[in-house]
């Protein structure tokens, strides 16, 4: 009941935000802008500008053809020089919708103009915006009907459907701006290698097209996308095209903020779905779209750095680049070897260290990682330390913490990151062949910090740390209520899976969603340490009020239902506010 009045409350505002823009319009037109004298100027034999603003020759015309509704809006894709439409236009064209007796797509001429419309410079911001404010849109494709107003109570998405459909295409839109290269750099450089852009257009359109009727959007949206591939006469490349972005429009996404993309075996799986090249550039444009028109809270730079190095992963993978796990492991260590002979450490010394690292180090990280961990190791395998450094995104750190193995100070450490404001984007839990301890995070400065802020926060952390080091540690146990209203208002129930690996035994993914709070990992892995479940590694996905956070986990006990059971239960009675 809530849903349906919020959209029809919605669905009201619409039409009266359309009704006082006609009247303010007639008013500008009646007092303010247009001199008396001025005349009508021809556009063709349907439809002339007063001042900036189309205007129809026969007031029939729509009535008559609905067709030419579009022609209007494909007049106004082209000329620059219109900036919106006259008042006893805007009239008629509310008449003309309301006695439609078909949608404009089973109308021929109409369906030809809307794809020629979508192919051109602009399509979106004058053509597809303004169909959609004037409910256009609405009436010629009747799918677009279901969307309107629909709201999404889920603590991330912070507009109804229709409207972050209209921001993801207009998102779309500024990647062929190169004013928009500072901002996405990658995106720009890819949109021009798209052979037909229109179809990530329509893609865009049908993404979510499928959200409140139940069950599974994506999927029941490639019928939808399909339909209209087949009214609209797209090729089967086309149309298969479009049902796959449709169908996985979420798949770059949620590889890249759950899974271990440093994995090769990660990337083969992802490229295994994905298939081509260009189909990875037309989701990399999309995903990117996609999370810019969700919510202005969710997107930073971190995020930007997920998704580019998996489409630079996949990239190479799809080049020919090597993707066995043992030949990527051999070549990290080689090329590790060549740079610390290069740094002065001789062939002894470096055999120490890859004793005591043991050889699955160089499958669990990547190269970067690998070559800035090592010349902190190698002088001393026995010597506990810490090392910080600024990640891909200027506002988060990389912080690597090397000591002997006790209980529960992965759960510690955490809290120490809590305590000291910053968000935990990923973690990378390693004991080494010796019982050390090698933990990676990538953790985020407080939002609206500056150089100033990073600068006293970090050195904050770097004091904790070493503290922990010398076995100082304060055990921050307060209570972490949802501090936000929002959150306190649409509360959501935490999901919790676990799903084995059917190759190798003892392993397990948990994906949990819950409502977000300070020390929420801090808590989560305190729980694994009590059934003792070793942690492998964390994938932290913020999404504004709401974490989608993936584990990676070794326990056999989790072989057993029961076990699984117990641990959700504990599991979920944490994660309930």
């Given at each position: 009941p809530v849903e349906h009045m919020m959209k029809d409350f919605f669905r009201v505002t619409r039409r009266v935000t359309e009704l006082n823009q006609m009247l303010l319009q007639l008013f500008d037109e009646a007092i303010l802008a247009l001199d008396t004298s001025e005349k009508p100027r021809p556009l063709d034999d349907d439809f002339q500008l007063r001042g900036t603003l189309i205007d129809l020759r026969d007031d029939k015309l729509f009535i008559r053809e609905p067709q030419a509704i579009l022609r209007m809006f494909y007049m106004m894709v082209r000329n620059r020089e219109i900036t919106g439409i006259y008042s006893t236009t805007l009239r008629h064209l509310r008449h003309a919708r309301r006695h439609l007796n078909e949608p404009l797509c089973y109308i021929p001429e109409a369906r030809e103009l809307f794809l020629v419309m979508l192919r051109h410079p602009g399509a979106v911001s004058r053509g597809l915006v303004p169909m959609h404010r004037h409910?256009?849109?609405?009436?010629?494709?009747?799918?677009?009907?279901?969307?309107?107003?629909?709201?999404?109570?889920?603590?991330?998405?912070a507009y109804t459907v229709d409207e972050h459909t209209i921001r993801v295409l207009q998102k779309l839109e500024s990647f062929s701006h190169e004013e928009t290269r500072q901002r996405h750099p990658l995106c720009v450089d890819l949109w021009p290698r798209l052979s037909h852009p229109e179809l990530i257009l329509i893609a865009a359109?049908?993404?979510?097209?499928?959200?409140?009727?139940?069950?599974?959007?994506?999927?029941?949206?490639?019928?939808?996308?399909?339909?209209?591939?087949?009214?609209?006469?797209?090729?089967?490349?086309?149309?298969?095209l479009l049902a796959w972005l449709v169908e996985d429009h979420l798949l770059m996404s949620l590889t890249a903020q759950k899974e271990d993309t440093q994995n090769p075996d990660v990337i083969k799986r992802f490229c295994e779905r994905v298939k081509t090249p260009q189909r990875l550039r037309a989701l990399y444009l999309l995903t990117v779209a996609d999370i810019r028109g969700t919510n202005p809270k969710i997107w930073n730079s971190w995020k930007a750095s997920l998704l580019e190095n998996l489409f630079n992963s996949a990239n190479r993978y799809f080049s020919g680049g090597?993707?066995?796990?043992?030949?990527?492991?051999?070549?990290?260590?080689?090329?590790?070897?060549?740079?610390?002979?290069?740094?002065?450490?001789?062939?002894?010394?470096?055999?120490?260290?890859?004793?005591?690292?043991?050889?699955?180090?160089?499958?669990?990280?990547?190269?970067?990682?690998?070559?800035?961990?090592?010349?902190?190791?190698?002088?001393?395998?026995?010597?506990?330390?810490?090392?910080?450094?600024?990640?891909?995104?200027?506002?988060?750190?990389?912080?690597?913490?090397?000591?002997?193995?006790?209980?529960?100070?992965f759960t510690r450490l955490c809290r120490i990151f809590s305590h000291q404001g910053l968000d935990i984007?990923?973690?990378?839990?390693?004991?080494?062949?010796?019982?050390?301890?090698?933990?990676?995070?990538?953790?985020?400065?407080?939002?609206?910090?500056?150089?100033?802020?990073?600068?006293?926060?970090?050195?904050?952390?770097?004091?904790?740390?070493?503290?922990?080091?010398?076995?100082?540690?304060?055990?921050?146990?307060?209570?972490?209520?949802?501090?936000?209203?929002?959150?306190?208002?649409?509360?959501?129930?935490?999901?919790?899976?676990?799903?084995?690996?059917?190759?190798?035994?003892?392993?397990?993914?948990?994906?949990?969603?819950?409502?977000?709070?300070?020390?929420?990992?801090?808590?989560?892995?305190?729980?694994?340490?009590?059934?003792?479940?070793?942690?492998?590694?964390?994938?932290?996905?913020?999404?504004?009020?709401?974490?989608?956070?993936?584990?990676?986990?070794?326990?056999?006990?989790?072989?057993?239902?029961?076990?699984?059971?117990?641990?959700?239960?504990?599991?979920?009675?944490?994660?309930?506010?």
């Amino acid at each position: 009941p809530v849903e349906h009045m919020m959209k029809d409350f919605f669905r009201v505002t619409r039409r009266v935000t359309e009704l006082n823009q006609m009247l303010l319009q007639l008013f500008d037109e009646a007092i303010l802008a247009l001199d008396t004298s001025e005349k009508p100027r021809p556009l063709d034999d349907d439809f002339q500008l007063r001042g900036t603003l189309i205007d129809l020759r026969d007031d029939k015309l729509f009535i008559r053809e609905p067709q030419a509704i579009l022609r209007m809006f494909y007049m106004m894709v082209r000329n620059r020089e219109i900036t919106g439409i006259y008042s006893t236009t805007l009239r008629h064209l509310r008449h003309a919708r309301r006695h439609l007796n078909e949608p404009l797509c089973y109308i021929p001429e109409a369906r030809e103009l809307f794809l020629v419309m979508l192919r051109h410079p602009g399509a979106v911001s004058r053509g597809l915006v303004p169909m959609h404010r004037h409910s256009v849109l609405w009436a010629y494709m009747p799918q677009w009907s279901h969307i309107v107003g629909q709201m999404q109570f889920d603590l991330f998405h912070a507009y109804t459907v229709d409207e972050h459909t209209i921001r993801v295409l207009q998102k779309l839109e500024s990647f062929s701006h190169e004013e928009t290269r500072q901002r996405h750099p990658l995106c720009v450089d890819l949109w021009p290698r798209l052979s037909h852009p229109e179809l990530i257009l329509i893609a865009a359109l049908f993404h979510d097209i499928a959200k409140g009727r139940g069950g599974d959007h994506a999927i029941q949206g490639i019928a939808d996308a399909r339909q209209f591939a087949a009214d609209h006469f797209m090729n089967e490349e086309d149309s298969d095209l479009l049902a796959w972005l449709v169908e996985d429009h979420l798949l770059m996404s949620l590889t890249a903020q759950k899974e271990d993309t440093q994995n090769p075996d990660v990337i083969k799986r992802f490229c295994e779905r994905v298939k081509t090249p260009q189909r990875l550039r037309a989701l990399y444009l999309l995903t990117v779209a996609d999370i810019r028109g969700t919510n202005p809270k969710i997107w930073n730079s971190w995020k930007a750095s997920l998704l580019e190095n998996l489409f630079n992963s996949a990239n190479r993978y799809f080049s020919g680049g090597e993707s066995n796990r043992a030949v990527i492991a051999s070549q990290r260590q080689m090329n590790a070897m060549d740079a610390l002979t290069d740094a002065g450490y001789d062939a002894k010394q470096q055999r120490r260290l890859w004793q005591a690292l043991g050889p699955a180090y160089f499958v669990r990280h990547e190269e970067n990682e690998i070559l800035w961990h090592l010349p902190q190791l190698i002088d001393d395998v026995e010597l506990s330390r810490i090392a910080i450094r600024r990640y891909d995104a200027p506002n988060t750190l990389q912080v690597m913490v090397y000591m002997p193995n006790t209980d529960r100070l992965f759960t510690r450490l955490c809290r120490i990151f809590s305590h000291q404001g910053l968000d935990i984007m990923a973690a990378r839990a390693f004991v080494t062949e010796h019982n050390y301890i090698l933990d990676t995070f990538v953790v985020q400065f407080p939002a609206n910090s500056g150089e100033s802020d990073y600068r006293r926060i970090q050195r904050s952390l770097e004091r904790e740390l070493n503290d922990f080091l010398q076995g100082i540690f304060q055990d921050d146990n307060r209570a972490c209520g949802i501090r936000s209203r929002r959150a306190r208002h649409l509360p959501i129930s935490p999901s919790i899976s676990i799903v084995g690996y059917d190759d190798s035994p003892g392993w397990h993914t948990m994906n949990i969603v819950a409502v977000n709070r300070p020390y929420l990992l801090a808590d989560i892995t305190e729980i694994l340490s009590d059934f003792n479940i070793s942690l492998r590694y964390a994938k932290i996905a913020t999404l504004d009020e709401r974490v989608e956070d993936s584990f990676s986990l070794f326990s056999r006990d989790l072989e057993n239902p029961q076990k699984q059971l117990e641990l959700k239960r504990v599991l979920f009675e944490q994660l309930t506010v």
